[in-house]
C-alpha cells in the first residue's frame, strides 16, 4: 500500500516469549454450532491462566457484537470475518500470548489463509468435533430449531456447508470425552511440544 510503511517495534516477539516463560500460538478452536468450541476454548483459557500462561479469549459472538458487527452471514462476510479474526489473533501471538479463538469457521480456505499469516508452530487447529444431531440436541441457542423452522438461512450443517478438518493438530470429539479430558487432551499437546512448561 503506498505512503504505509511497517514499523518494527522495539521488543521483539521473541522478548516477549522469553519473559512470559513460554511460546505464544493461536489455538484455533472449529467445529459446528453447540460442538462445544467456546467451552472448551474459555476451559482451557482458564486451565493456561492457572498454570501462569498469558492468553486471551476471541470468541465468534463476541467479535461480531465490536469488531465485525458491520459484517453478516454471506460466504463473502464470513470469509471477511475470519480475515479480521486471523489479523487479530496474530497480534496477540506478537504479543507472546496464547490466543484461543472459537469460530464455526466453516471453509477450509479461510482456516488455511490465517494458517499462512503465522508462522509454522504458531497455528493450531483443533477441531471440536461432534456429530449434527448431538449439537442439534444440545442447541444451547435455539439455533438449530430456527434454522429447521426457516427462520435463519444459511446456517451452517443446515443448508451452508461445513468443510471438516483434513489434518488438524488436534481432534476433539466433546460427545465422547467429558469436559475435563478435552481440556487435558489440550494441554498435554502444547507440553508435548514444549510450548508450555
Known amino acids: 500500500m503506498a505512503n504505509i510503511v511497517w514499523h518494527h517495534t522495539a521488543v521483539t516477539k521473541e522478548d516477549r516469549r522469553a519473559k512470559n516463560g513460554h511460546h505464544s500460538a493461536v489455538l484455533w478452536f472449529t467445529g459446528l454450532s453447540g460442538s462445544g468450541k467456546s467451552t472448551l476454548a474459555n476451559a482451557v483459557s482458564k486451565k493456561l491462566f492457572e498454570l ?11 467479535i461480531r457484537h465490536g469488531l465485525n458487527k458491520d ?6 462476510d464470513r470469509t471477511e470475518n475470519i480475515r479480521r479474526i486471523g489479523e487479530v ?9 496464547f490466543v484461543l479463538t472459537a469460530f464455526i469457521s466453516p471453509f477450509a480456505r479461510d482456516r488455511q ?3 499462512q499469516l503465522l508462522e509454522q508452530d504458531e497455528f493450531i487447529e483443533i477441531y471440536v468435533k461432534c456429530p449434527l444431531e448431538e449439537c442439534e440436541k444440545r442447541d444451547p441457542k435455539g439455533l438449530y430449531k430456527k434454522a429447521r423452522n426457516g427462520e435463519i438461512r444459511e446456517f451452517t450443517g443446515i443448508d451452508s456447508p ?3 478438518p483434513t489434518s488438524p493438530e488436534l481432534t476433539i470429539e466433546t460427545h465422547r470425552y467429558s469436559l475435563e479430558e ?16
Not at 501462569?52 to 463476541?62: A, K
Not at 489473533?89 to 500470548?97: E, R, Y
Not at 478435552?182 to 512448561?197: A, G, N, P
Open 52 to 62: 501462569g500462561v498469558q492468553n486471551y479469549v476471541l470468541d465468534g459472538d463476541n
Open 71 to 76: 459484517l453478516g452471514f454471506s460466504a463473502e
Open 89 to 97: 489473533a496474530k497480534l496477540f501471538v506478537d504479543s507472546g500470548q
Open 113 to 115: 489463509l490465517v494458517r
Open 162 to 164: 461445513y468443510e471438516e
Open 182 to 197: 478435552c481440556i487435558d487432551q489440550v494441554i498435554t499437546y502444547l507440553r508435548e511440544r514444549q510450548l508450555i512448561k
